[in-house]
């Protein structure tokens, strides 16, 4: 992807990753230290119980996380692998109206690509998406641990 940008990732979204596309979950903003992404709660991403399928606030916070991964790992213009190594959510309030998705460690994830480039070793990245309702409660919180290696390490 050439420009980390909403609108680029919402396309990206359509062709790599059409089950959260057509899930209604779009990218709103993404800069150096956070990603944003909002879902509204509908028939195509319900649960029997009247909110949004934990499936579909996986999928919506795993993408904030993620595309900050995507981001720095192409800022830095080195073959870097990512993985998601492990993920914990808690629920905390039923998940209705428009859920809003934001991770904030933009920064925790280009010191470890820095230091991965760096080393040549692997590092693992504990990285937090919370997701909040329209009235800013928290619905939901997701811990996801990313590991990143880089490909070809050069001293």
Not at 69 to 87: D, G, R
């Amino acid at each position: 992807m050439s420009k980390f940008t909403a609108k680029n990732l919402n396309k990206f979204l359509l062709f790599k990753l059409p089950s959260a596309y057509f899930s209604g979950i779009r990218v709103t903003s993404i800069n150096n230290t956070e990603a944003i992404a909002t879902v509204k709660h509908q028939w195509i991403n319900k649960n029997p119980f009247r909110s949004l399928y934990w499936a579909t606030q996986g999928m919506a916070s795993e993408l904030v996380t993620g595309i900050l991964v995507m981001k720095y790992i192409a800022e830095s213009k080195k073959k870097i692998s990512m993985l998601v190594i492990s993920e914990k959510g808690d629920f905390f309030k039923k998940a209705t109206g428009k859920i809003t998705f934001i991770c904030k460690d933009g920064n925790k994830i280009k010191s470890a690509i820095d230091k991965t480039i760096s080393t040549g070793e692997g590092q693992t990245i504990v990285m937090k998406a919370e997701g909040f309702n329209e009235e800013y409660e928290i619905v939901s919180s997701f811990e996801y641990t990313w590991s990143v290696k880089v490909k070809e390490f050069q001293r």
